[in-house]
């Protein structure tokens, strides 16, 4: 048989190109072995500092695949969807600052003022070493959590601190139903105060703690169980204790 020799047209053809990899295929090549509990734990990392940057909706799958070097069935495969993974994401925070609060609130033998400043220094400690996790709980964490709002952690640490006050404010004459008042008030004390000192982490975390347990334990010191107004009369039915006039 004559051999068959190219045409020109063969000769001069371009050779198709490469098959280009898959976004899949490049992750799974980049992807550095992990155990299966290690992964899961670098997903929560890398889900936890996207979530505070950029809130639960500016958050995708997609962002948090290409960050971990990993395809996006990886990330269903251990949290069944962005939901699963910002729900463990937001019950992590909130299990820690409930941890943080909760032991400086059972100090064993501590005073009166001494858990007022462990518990507004356990706040300060949390808003300092984990903003991440604060602006997590503060920005959007109800929208799979109803557990898990900043607002409901809140909440909860004044029902503990009420059970703290009540004692106290009965021995000297207070109602009952007013160490929710106060304790409202204390919370959102320091609370409000911490969140603004994160702004500029200026004072030192120790001075904001001192300044505001001042305001608190001196506040608390001059309480009298039935305050009233200098410029407004009270209701008919309400306590009389009129506080004298200053300059």
Do not use: C
């Amino acid at each position: 048989m004559p051999e068959r020799h190219a045409t020109p047209e063969e000769v001069t053809a371009t050779p198709p190109a490469p098959e280009r990899p898959t976004t899949s295929a490049r992750a799974r090549r980049g992807r550095i072995r992990m155990t299966s509990e290690e992964r899961r734990e670098q997903l929560i990392g890398v889900a936890r500092t996207l979530f505070a940057q950029r809130g639960f909706e500016g958050t995708s799958v997609e962002e948090i695949a290409a960050t971990a070097q990993v395809s996006k069935p990886v990330v269903y495969e251990h949290f069944g969807g962005k939901e699963g993974l910002y729900a463990v994401v937001v019950d992590r925070e909130v299990r820690r600052l409930h941890d943080m609060i909760r032991t400086a609130l059972t100090t064993p033998g501590a005073s009166s003022r001494e858990l007022i400043e462990y518990g507004a220094l356990a706040l300060m400690d949390y808003l300092d070493e984990h903003p991440d996790g604060f602006l997590i709980l503060a920005r959007d964490s109800s929208v799979v959590a109803t557990q898990g709002s900043f607002a409901s952690i809140l909440s909860d640490i004044v029902g503990r601190v009420t059970d703290l006050l009540e004692a106290p404010l009965k021995r000297h004459g207070f109602e009952a139903t007013h160490s929710d008042l106060y304790a409202q008030a204390l919370v959102g004390l320091v609370a409000l105060a911490g969140q603004s000192w994160l702004d500029t982490r200026e004072p030192p975390k120790e001075v904001v703690a001192a300044h505001l347990v001042n305001l608190a334990w001196n506040g608390m010191a001059n309480l009298v169980p039935n305050p009233g107004l200098t410029v407004r009369e009270m209701p008919e039915d309400a306590p009389r204790h009129r506080p004298n006039r200053r300059v």
